[in-house]
């Protein structure tokens, strides 16, 4: 059984769009010497005999229109949170947190915003540790922290009164 870990597939990717750009550039010089279009659209790509260079576009370019959509499509929306799923969810907190601490680094040095980091996210974890082996873990994780670092903006920006 053949493992292909990402390394692997990106190399045989590789492989294949330098082979493709060789015949590329094979019906280049065919072009650029007066060769008809009929010669050109039957260079072989690769080893398929049924995979000519028009056949070979045509695919490239449903793969790109495809792969641009799949690239997009991994966008998750966190302002609509209702239907998506835990990892979704988890990772919509995750944003906030970061874009909270990132808020809070404009009053605290980096020092103690890093000390401060810490000790918040040991007081979450001690806080929700029942729940540590379930996928809502990481939720509660971030919006426990999110909730410290806005109380702590808060009181710094709106002062003793909150107003």
């Not at 998750?76 to 835990?86: D, G, K, S, W």
């Not at 404009?106 to 974890?125: H, N, Q, S, T």
């Not at 806005?150 to 909150?162: A, H, M, T």
Request: charged fraction near 25%; proline fraction near 1%; glycine fraction near 4%.
């Amino acid at each position: 059984m053949k493992v292909y870990t990402p390394f692997l597939k990106l190399k045989f990717l590789e492989n294949f769009i330098i082979k493709c750009v060789k015949k590329l550039n094979k019906a280049a010089l065919i072009f650029e010497s007066g060769g008809d279009l009929k010669e050109i659209s039957e260079i072989q790509v690769n080893s398929y005999k049924n995979l000519n260079l028009k056949n070979f576009c045509f695919g490239l370019f449903h793969l790109f229109i495809f792969s641009t959509y799949a690239v997009n499509a991994n966008e998750v929306n966190c302002n609509f949170q209702e239907n998506l799923a835990q990892k979704d969810l988890n990772l919509c907190a995750l944003k906030e947190r970061e874009f909270s601490s990132r808020k809070l680094a404009l009053y605290l040095d980096d020092k103690l915003l890093r000390k401060w980091e810490i000790v918040a996210k040991e007081v979450c974890f001690e806080s929700w540790k029942k729940y540590s082996k379930g996928s809502i873990f990481p939720l509660l994780i971030y919006n426990c922290q999110t909730r410290m670092n806005n109380y702590l903006l808060d009181s710094r920006i709106k002062g003793l009164k909150g107003k």
